[in-house]
């Protein structure tokens, strides 16, 4: 609108509220905005201009109080809620799994995880490292979730799964396994159930062998694996409450006390077999040097064999029993007689003697090589060598440290020997160690 007062300046009138030009004169000065219906006049100078802003007519909540709006709040909350109520209980026992969008095409994204519980490193027949890796596999969402307890068989060198088995325990709370000295890769699941697995297929085959000895016919009511070094066996509880160990190469069973016994008897076909130690420190000397020992002693595959017994500087009291006072009546001796019977012994040496260990254990050892791990100072900060010997000059061959972030503790019977490398396992990492020292792979699971 445009005012043509000619004692007046022209200006377009504006709406000081909104900025619209669309207004009307309700009376001489006075106008309306159309647009948010604010009232405005003009001082008769044309400077100033005062208004005031009046809600439209056609506002649904023109003239409601703060009381009326209240009422009408708690009218559509009444509305609302039983619907939203229905839809989320329709949404929580739908059929359908909850899914999200995870592309632009809206493709759905399905939740997978897999917890792993145990690792057990073990070589294939063909030569490969691998490590099987038992878990619980889930997939889907809370209201519809699928889970499958698994072995996954991964290839180290590839880094990838090769093999993938459902498990046949509704539960999985428990796994150990365990090579043993026939090549047989051994595994209890749930303390009950004795399985293998295949070398060559990579199967999981539960074992029914012990079924054929009259005192496991009853079967399992608990079972363990001897300690690492002991006897290739188990140690069981039938389910008629009686404590057996079994020793499966040999398919034969043993009381506590005959076991005992057989570890030191003479063996029905014995071979000279070489093998090596760390000396252990002694109450009776505690201050002497830790030794590699390098020794040949009798042997038989799946015969009973102990571990109870150990090189280090002693009070040697032959084979006499009973509580002693003093070094009357003893001897100073490397290892005692009593252990000398267990070991089977022949012969020993120092294997090492300018070398100094602390923290040292044996990994693995032939005829032509030898493993060991050990820290080069009693501090505990000092961090673990791990050295390859040559088995017959002593010559160490390379030295490595653990990779970064890959710290490995008790390595006892968790070390395997391939034609690829070591596998060192320790809770949730491998780490494939080349026969040249190099590192091959790692990975965390």
């Not at 080069?376 to 061959?397: N, R």
Request: glycine fraction near 6%; charged fraction near 25%; include cysteine.
């Amino acid at each position: 609108n445009w005012t043509t007062n000619m004692s007046k300046h022209i200006k377009v009138i504006k709406c000081p509220h909104c900025g619209s030009t669309k207004v009307r004169e309700t009376r001489p000065d006075y106008y309306q905005c159309e647009a948010c219906s604010t009232e405005f006049f003009l001082d008769s100078d044309d400077i100033n201009i005062n208004h005031r802003y009046i809600a439209p007519e056609n506002n649904l909540l023109n003239g409601l109080n703060a009381k009326h709006l209240a009422i009408i709040g708690a009218i559509l909350g009444f509305m609302i809620i039983p619907f939203v109520i229905s839809t989320c209980f329709s949404f929580l026992s739908s059929d359908d799994p909850i899914t999200f969008n995870s592309t632009a095409n809206n493709e759905p994204k399905i939740e997978e995880s897999f917890s792993f519980k145990k690792l057990v490193p073990f070589v294939t027949k063909d030569g490969r490292a691998v490590v099987a890796v038992f878990g619980v596999y889930s997939r889907g969402d809370y209201a519809k979730k699928i889970t499958e307890n698994q072995i996954r068989i991964y290839d180290l060198k590839k880094d990838e799964p090769i093999k993938t088995t459902q498990l046949p325990i509704e539960k999985l709370k428990e796994v150990e396994g365990r090579t043993f000295d026939d090549g047989s890769v051994n595994i209890i699941l749930n303390n009950s159930t004795w399985y293998t697995i295949d070398k060559s297929t990579l199967d999981l085959k539960e074992m029914t062998s012990y079924k054929n000895v009259p005192e496991l016919e009853s079967g399992f009511a608990n079972i363990k694996f001897l300690s690492n070094g002991d006897s290739d066996g188990f140690k069981i509880m039938t389910n008629t409450a009686k404590e057996r160990f079994y020793l499966p190469i040999i398919n034969k069973v043993y009381t506590q006390r005959e076991l005992f016994e057989a570890c030191s008897k003479p063996l029905p076909n014995p071979v000279v077999k070489t093998d090596f130690d760390f000396s252990r420190t002694t109450t009776d000397y505690p201050e002497q040097e830790i030794q590699l020992i390098k020794y040949s002693h009798y042997t038989q595959v799946g015969y009973p064999k102990s571990d109870s017994w150990s090189f280090g500087w002693c009070r040697d009291f032959g084979r006499k029993w009973g509580i002693f006072v003093g070094n009357e009546g003893s001897v100073k001796a490397f290892i005692s007689t009593f252990d000398r019977e267990r070991a089977r012994l022949i012969k020993y040496e120092n294997f090492t003697p300018d070398a100094t260990y602390f923290s040292a254990s044996v990994l693995w050892s032939n005829d032509s090589h030898v493993f060991i791990r050990f820290k080069s100072t009693a501090s505990e900060d000092a961090e673990y060598v791990y050295q390859l010997l040559d088995a017959t000059t002593a010559k160490p061959l390379w030295s490595v440290k653990e990779p970064e972030n890959y710290h490995f503790y008790s390595l006892q019977g968790h070390v395997v020997h391939s034609p690829q490398g070591f596998i060192i396992c320790g809770y949730n990492k491998v780490w494939l160690l080349g026969l040249n020292g190099k590192t091959v792979a790692t990975r965390e699971f």
